[in-house]
């Protein structure tokens, strides 16, 4: 996991500092003018090389590195893998007909076809909810499945109108 500070320089511009997966430590400075100024650093927190940019160089490579400008094959293929599928939150509100009932016992994902990846709660996080998951109002159900199929969803843990 890679870890990310910012911080102003103060008439010059930002500081972007990165401490990556690999536990190497890199460092960008972009200036006010556009340059920007982009270091690796060694274990003792020294710069072991840098190349500085003008903006417009930083632009087009920024585009090469964040796929715009050519993307893996691997992330192509997973695009081309999900098209058609959609991810989605539901908060379930304290009349929901699903408040105090278990999962495994709703039949959500063999009635929809839409599966709850997760469970967002005040101050929790959870995945994969096991079938005992017993459903509280202000859940929020993360959920994935074919977009047409959410509606079917929405008629299990939603209220009737009435």
Avoid at 73 to 97: F, H, Q, T
Wanted: a neutral charge; proline letters at 5%.
């Amino acid at each position: 996991m890679s870890f990310f500070s910012e911080s102003d320089l103060p008439g010059i511009g930002k500081k972007v500092s990165c401490t990556t997966h690999s536990k190497e430590k890199v460092v960008l400075v972009i200036h006010n003018d556009g340059k920007r100024e982009f270091y690796i650093m060694d274990k003792e927190g020294d710069p072991q090389a840098s190349v500085t940019l003008l903006d417009e160089e930083a632009r087009r490579l920024g585009g090469f590195l964040s796929g715009v400008m050519f993307k893996p094959k691997s992330v192509e293929n997973l695009e081309l893998a999900l098209e058609g599928i959609r991810i989605d939150w539901y908060k379930l509100d304290k009349n929901s007909p699903v408040i105090g009932k278990k999962l495994g016992g709703l039949g959500i994902r063999k009635n929809t076809q839409v599966s709850i990846i997760a469970i967002l709660k005040e101050t929790e996080f959870i995945p994969n909810p096991s079938s005992d998951y017993v459903f509280e109002a202000g859940d929020t159900c993360v959920v994935i499945g074919k977009p047409e199929k959410f509606k079917d969803f929405l008629e299990i843990v939603r209220p009737a109108q009435g």
